[in-house]
């Protein structure tokens, strides 16, 4: 399973990439002034690269046009802060136009296809990288303020980057189809049998603590979520129920193959059978648990694609395909230095 708190070839789900070091929050919140570079944003260039376009308030100069986009001077000022709590050395303005540059070729690439990354996706990601070092959302979003990165910038690092994994997902398949003609045909040729997959339906049921009210509300609200939870029966009478309690939000996840759920999930959800649930967990927005509404096994295409794509990322034979893209892109790209 990939590690919830990297972002690669993979697609929706993330890609291992360096481990990232523990903050103490109490020090990186109370002393930001001497502790804001040590933030361990350690990711490597292939795993962790996007654009921003949000402009600032504060005036900014065109410096590079990249497929008759525009990256400003202050886009390359929140990139190079970014790339010094990355630690990263050398010129950091000249590392900075680098990566954007890049970023805006494989926005490019993006743009041309279906694939959206929906504003949930890239907010869970968020929660998840702050609780990895032990940081509410609210304090990285200081933290990245304060260095001149913005929390705004960050997501659309985020955001960009996942929507890239999933563009050389497609692309891989794609190869892989048009030299056999079916991915499937290919695990049978290697002596496997057409893979299979789990399909789940699932639900969300979320207990919401304000952040504020987390230390006195927090506990009550987990065994009310414990208590729902060994009452579930099915998914079905899960909004009415919940009407009758206050501030339970019940999302339809839709459905889910095994190898797309949520790294924080995946191991509590696989397993489940119909009408079970996960066990409560505290996050971000409060306690809550998943609801599988119906499982199936499906062996298709789309099973096995997904199956070679995850074996493919494992054995990192995907990199080839990347660099591969990236070098068509720049070749066919329009860039204006100003």
Request: aromatic letters at 6%; a positive charge; glycine letters at 6%.
């Amino acid at each position: 399973m990939l590690s919830p708190y990297k972002i690669g070839i993979g697609g929706a789900m993330p890609h291992p990439c360096d481990k990232y070091q523990t903050i103490n929050a109490g020090a990186a919140m109370s002393r930001h002034s001497r502790y804001i570079v040590a933030l361990a944003l350690s990711f490597t260039l292939s795993c962790l690269t996007a654009l921003a376009v949000t402009h600032s308030a504060a005036a900014s100069e065109i410096k590079i046009v990249v497929n008759k986009v525009p990256i400003t001077s202050y886009d390359l000022a929140r990139r190079a802060a970014f790339l010094k709590l990355q630690r990263k050395k050398g010129n950091l303005r000249k590392l900075a136009e680098d990566e954007m540059i890049e970023d805006a070729l494989k926005r490019s690439a993006v743009d041309g296809t279906r694939i959206q990354i929906a504003d949930a996706e890239v907010d869970a990601y968020f929660e998840r990288f702050a609780k990895s070092n032990k940081l509410t959302s609210a304090q990285l979003t200081q933290i990245l303020g304060q260095a001149g990165v913005t929390a705004r910038h960050y997501k659309d690092f985020i955001r960009t980057q996942m929507a890239w994994a999933k563009y050389v997902r497609a692309r891989l398949s794609a190869e892989k189809r048009k030299d056999e003609n079916d991915i499937t045909k290919q695990i049978l040729a290697r002596g496997g049998e057409k893979p299979t997959a789990t399909e789940y339906i699932l639900q969300q049921v979320i207990f919401v603590v304000p952040q504020a009210e987390r230390g006195s509300r927090l506990a009550a609200r987990t065994k009310e979520a414990e208590a729902m939870r060994q009452r579930f029966r099915d998914c079905e009478s899960t909004p009415q129920f919940a009407r009758g309690l206050l501030d339970v939000t019940v999302r339809n996840l839709g459905r889910k193959l095994a190898p797309e759920l949520p790294d924080d999930w995946a191991s509590l959800i696989k397993g489940l059978e119909q009408g079970q649930t996960t066990k409560v967990r505290q996050t971000e927005k409060g306690a809550e648990f998943i609801a599988v509404c119906r499982t199936r096994s499906v062996s298709d295409d789309q099973a096995a694609e997904m199956v070679w794509s995850a074996e493919e990322n494992a054995n990192g034979q995907g990199k080839e395909t990347q660099e591969k893209i990236l070098a068509e892109l720049r070749e066919k790209a329009n860039i204006q230095r100003k």
